[in-house]
C-alpha cells in the first residue's frame, strides 16, 4: 500500500464536475483507491463518497493506492489533483 498527503487546490473545492473527474482517473485502475479525510475514509471511485467527505480548496486529502498498479495509480491522482482537476 502506498499513500501521500495532497492539498486540493480547485477553488470550489472537490464539487460535482472535479470529483468526477478524480472518479474517473480512479477507475482506470484495479488498484483499491480510498483518501481519508478529517478522521473519514472515502472511495475515490464514488462520486457520492468524494463529494460525502464535503473537502474544499485547501484542505489536505491522504491518498491510499493498493494493488498491482498502486504506483501509477497514486502518480496520476497526485498529478491530477495538483493540476486542479481540470479547472
Known amino acids: 500500500m502506498l499513500s501521500q498527503k495532497v492539498t486540493i487546490k480547485n477553488p470550489t473545492g472537490l464539487h460535482l464536475r472535479p470529483a468526477g473527474i478524480?472518479?474517473?482517473?480512479?477507475?482506470?485502475?484495479?488498484?483499491q483507491i480510498t483518501f481519508?479525510?478529517?478522521?473519514?475514509?472515502?472511495?475515490?471511485?464514488?462520486?457520492?463518497?468524494?463529494?460525502?467527505?464535503?473537502?474544499?480548496?485547501?484542505?489536505e486529502i491522504e491518498l491510499f493506492c493498493e494493488g498491482?498498479?498502486?504506483?501509477?495509480?497514486?502518480r496520476t491522482l497526485v498529478q491530477a489533483i495538483e493540476s486542479?482537476?481540470?479547472?
Open 22 to 31: 478524480l472518479c474517473k482517473d480512479a477507475m482506470q485502475f484495479k488498484s
Open 36 to 59: 481519508t479525510f478529517k478522521g473519514t475514509t472515502a472511495n475515490a471511485k464514488s462520486v457520492l463518497s468524494v463529494l460525502g467527505a464535503c473537502v474544499k480548496s485547501g484542505d
Open 68 to 74: 498491482e498498479d498502486e504506483q501509477e495509480a497514486l
Open 84 to 87: 486542479g482537476l481540470g479547472e
